[in-house]
């Protein structure tokens, strides 16, 4: 027997309680966070272009302009943040993404569809390791391709992990995929609900309660140090509704009280982002340039998408070579070698691709 769910029922079954997972430390890769033991709040931010539903009709929001005027209001509190963008959130919107970087704000993935497990079959969808890591990996290669860097190895699925225990086994596969490839799941322990406007809260009494900006800020006080807080960088409601952006001042001025501050998911776990490891690399380099290349090839290997990058650099010191990360690596088709007038040859062999960089 199938099970139809209406659209806005969907949004709804995210909201199912799973046991949390607290863990702190290095990045657990493959784990499913909902806390970071500290004394630390993490604000988190979700953003897909929007798309009309029963609850919301895009043309009835403002959303873009939500964005950078959330933007605003973090540069001026001084709050770094994670974000989770759709990989086609970021190729619709590069200059956002670009002014969110530039901020110190690190994104992570928020897949590319944003289709909820419900909608699977509808749309011929076939919830497989080949299917997972293309919207994983999406925002990864948005964000190379519109020139703004990479993504950290943080995901959330959408809608949240819980909605995927309606697949037999789904969430279990995805945790294991996700493992492979180095990425770690971030849940949330409160929901700011800040999608749910008045006009959507009057389709039926299912959904959870409008908020007010001071209920949202009470909801993320009463949960304290270790809060991962769930909210939208693109506006859910009208601006005659409070949302997000209203409630950011006062809650600092409380955190503060309480000797909390706000921080960014690696912050919380200890990992450095690749923007800020691309400064550290920048300034070792120098250093490197002093050795003498060596005469042999040296050789890398990388993990990239479902392939073994096999990468033969010649006349490089050993360790340009061991200091060689996928930054060094755009798209499939390109290899970008690290010395000025480098020409590179590509050949695909299968499974295997392998890059000679040859001065």
Same mark, same amino acid.
């Given at each position: ?5 209406? %659209? ?16 702190? =430390? !290095?990045?657990?890769? /493959? !784990?499913?966070?909902?806390? @970071?033991?500290?004394? &630390? ?5 979700? &953003? ?6 029963? #609850? ?22 001084? @709050? ?6 759709? /990989? ?15 901020? $110190?704000?690190?994104? $992570? ?21 080949? +299917? ?9 290669? !948005?964000?190379? %391709? ?13 809608? =949240? ?26 849940? +949330? ?5 800040? +999608? ?14 409008? #908020? ?12 304290? =140090? =270790? &809060? @991962? ?30 000797? #909390? ?13 690749? &923007?800020?490891?691309?400064?550290? %690399? ?21 993990? +990239? ?46 499974? #295997? ?7």
């Amino acid at each position: 027997m199938i099970v139809r769910f209406s %659209k806005p029922l969907r949004r709804v079954i995210a909201l199912i309680a799973i046991p949390a997972l607290s863990l702190s =430390g !290095a990045a657990p890769i /493959g !784990a499913n966070l909902h806390r @970071i033991p500290g004394s &630390a709040v993490f604000l988190t931010f979700d &953003a897909h272009p929007c798309k009309d539903t029963m #609850l919301h009709k895009c043309e009835d929001l403002p959303a873009i302009d939500g964005a950078w005027k959330l933007l605003d209001t973090l540069r001026a509190n001084g @709050i770094r943040s994670t974000f989770f963008f759709t /990989g086609q959130f970021i190729e619709k919107y590069p200059d956002i993404v670009r002014r969110a970087l530039q901020d $110190g704000h690190e994104i $992570g993935s928020h897949l590319n569809s944003h289709t909820h497990p419900l909608e699977f079959q509808e749309k011929h969808i076939t919830l497989n390791k080949t +299917w997972f890591m293309n919207e994983l990996l999406s925002a990864d290669r !948005a964000l190379v %391709k519109t020139g703004n860097g990479h993504a950290v190895k943080f995901f959330r699925m959408p809608y =949240g992990l819980a909605s995927y225990s309606v697949l037999p086994g789904a969430r279990r596969n995805i945790l294991q995929w996700a493992q492979e490839a180095g990425y770690t799941h971030v849940d +949330w322990s409160v929901d700011t609900l800040d +999608w749910i406007s008045r006009d959507a809260r009057s389709h039926g009494s299912f959904l959870p309660p409008y #908020l007010t900006s001071r209920q949202m800020e009470e909801r993320v006080i009463a949960d304290r =140090g =270790g &809060a @991962i807080v769930l909210s939208h960088l693109t506006r859910y409601r009208p601006f005659g509704e409070p949302s997000v952006n209203e409630m950011i001042p006062d809650l600092l001025v409380r955190l503060k009280k309480q000797n #909390l501050r706000t921080a960014r998911i690696s912050d919380g776990l200890g990992v450095v982002p690749p &923007a800020e490891l691309a400064v550290v %690399k920048e300034e070792s380099v120098r250093e490197v340039q002093k050795e003498t290349p060596v005469a042999a090839v040296n050789k890398c290997n990388y993990s +990239w998408d479902f392939k073994r990058v096999h990468i033969c650099i010649t006349g490089m010191t050993e360790s340009d070579c061991a200091g060689l990360e996928e930054s060094f690596l755009s798209r499939e088709e390109e290899c970008i070698c690290t010395k000025p007038g480098v020409k590179y040859n590509l050949q695909n062999l299968g499974e #295997l691709v392998q890059i000679s960089c040859k001065l």
